[in-house]
């Protein structure tokens, strides 16, 4: 008990063939290597229900189990919260592992003092895992540099769970589509949020577009589009959002779907207001942006064009003039727009980060945009 086990815990473990423990002298001779080292007695109950192996250790071999994470650049202190948390570290070589991460975060500007800090001795971590997560974020296209600000500014993609989290969020979201790009932006602007609670979130979130019977495609494009949103909002009820909002699940489909940043004013703690009876506003600078590029009122183009258009209506010329500003000319755009008026629906940022793969990466001259517009709505 005085090593922190409760009794349904250590009765099992206890030697059968013992009348006194001190008739284990290696169980007794290890114990006291690791006091002496400076673990608690308490947690070294938690160390001999895990890895029962370092208590049988001959003279001198847990001491150099201990010694190997010290060669590996680690001080007392840290190696006491490692040993603690992961005992099977001290069993075999599987410390290699543990030395592969270490190694990955000195490469990424970590130092081990800050791993120190973020480690709690009654979790246990799987560094296999971690090992895997940090490859498949460098492999995402993380550079060094942003791999080591991504897990100092959340650490818990690698220590909650030991990374299980992080995997789960990467496999929904390449379930709906989203690209290695994509998720690579995704960590890039990752918001000030446990993995945990962004992840409760994005499931909340998807659920809730669900009972408010969106179309699939909707849903897919809005959770690909908008990963982060949707895991910093903790929406509030469906019943009580129709409720307080005055509306029904039609119409709230058609905010969403317009522009998804609205979730944000529906989270827990904000006071939601009735919406307006009239949506119109919005709609009329929509044709008058329309009517600017030369369409013809009520046609075809102009109905098609306001139907695929989403976002608010003053966010159409901004887009519009990402265009422009990238070098192409006004009548040019309004033509792609009057092709494939999706084109507008992407955010700024998506359209200059396109354009830029298009004739830096791809090598294509930017007048190829005014033939083949839909290529800004690829993902």
């Known amino acids: 008990?005085?090593?922190?086990?409760?009794?349904?815990?250590?009765?099992?473990?206890?030697?059968?063939?013992?009348?006194?423990?001190?008739?284990?002298?290696?169980?007794?001779?290890?114990?006291?290597?690791?006091?002496?080292?400076?673990?608690?007695?308490?947690?070294?109950?938690?160390?001999?229900?895990?890895?029962?192996?370092?208590?049988?250790?001959?003279?001198?071999?847990?001491?150099?189990?201990?010694?190997?994470?010290?060669?590996?650049?680690?001080?007392?202190?840290?190696?006491?919260?490692?040993?603690?948390?992961?005992?099977?570290?001290?069993?075999?070589?599987?410390?290699?592992?543990?030395?592969?991460?270490?190694?990955?975060?000195?490469?990424?500007?970590?130092?081990?003092?800050?791993?120190?800090?973020?480690?709690?001795?009654?979790?246990?971590?799987?560094?296999?895992?971690?090992?895997?997560?940090?490859?498949?974020?460098?492999?995402?296209?993380?550079?060094?540099?942003?791999?080591?600000?991504?897990?100092?500014?959340?650490?818990?993609?690698?220590?909650?769970?030991?990374?299980?989290?992080?995997?789960?969020?990467?496999?929904?979201?390449?379930?709906?589509?989203?690209?290695?790009?994509?998720?690579?932006?995704?960590?890039?602007?990752?918001?000030?949020?446990?993995?945990?609670?962004?992840?409760?979130?994005?499931?909340?979130?998807?659920?809730?577009l669900i009972e408010v019977e969106m179309e699939v495609q909707d849903i897919e494009r809005i959770v690909r589009s908008h990963p982060s949103l949707l895991g910093s909002c903790s929406l509030k009820k469906l019943n009580s959002l129709l409720a307080n909002l005055n509306t029904g699940k039609k119409r709230l489909c058609e905010i969403i779907n317009e522009n998804p940043q609205v979730l944000k004013n529906w989270v827990m703690g904000?006071?939601?207001k009735q919406l307006p009876n009239s949506r119109g506003g919005s709609r009329m600078m929509k044709i008058k942006f329309l009517l600017d590029l030369g369409f013809v009122k009520n046609s075809d183009e102009m109905n098609k064009a306001l139907k695929v258009f989403r976002g608010e209506g003053g966010e159409l010329q901004e887009r519009f003039d990402c265009f422009v500003n990238a070098g192409l000319k006004q009548e040019d755009v309004a033509e792609m727009v009057k092709q494939a008026p999706q084109v507008l629906n992407q955010s700024k940022d998506v359209i200059k980060m396109k354009i830029d793969f298009l004739v830096n990466d791809l090598g294509y001259p930017l007048s190829s945009l005014v033939a083949f517009p839909s290529y800004i709505s690829y993902t």
């Open 270 to 272: 904000l006071r939601v």
């Open 1 to 208: 008990e005085s090593m922190g086990l409760k009794s349904s815990e250590y009765f099992p473990l206890l030697p059968r063939k013992l009348m006194f423990l001190n008739d284990d002298q290696m169980l007794l001779e290890n114990y006291h290597v690791l006091c002496n080292y400076g673990i608690a007695r308490v947690k070294i109950g938690k160390i001999y229900k895990e890895a029962m192996e370092v208590f049988r250790y001959d003279y001198g071999v847990l001491r150099s189990k201990l010694q190997a994470f010290e060669e590996m650049g680690l001080n007392q202190s840290t190696i006491i919260k490692v040993v603690s948390s992961s005992p099977y570290l001290l069993i075999g070589d599987e410390n290699r592992v543990f030395h592969e991460v270490l190694k990955k975060l000195k490469s990424a500007g970590i130092e081990y003092g800050w791993i120190e800090g973020h480690l709690l001795e009654e979790n246990s971590y799987n560094w296999s895992h971690i090992l895997e997560l940090l490859c498949l974020l460098s492999k995402m296209g993380c550079s060094k540099e942003q791999l080591g600000d991504l897990i100092c500014q959340h650490p818990g993609l690698l220590f909650e769970g030991s990374g299980n989290m992080t995997f789960w969020l990467i496999g929904f979201l390449l379930k709906f589509g989203s690209t290695v790009n994509d998720m690579h932006s995704m960590f890039l602007q990752f918001p000030q949020v446990q993995v945990g609670k962004f992840v409760c979130n994005l499931r909340q979130c998807f659920h809730f």
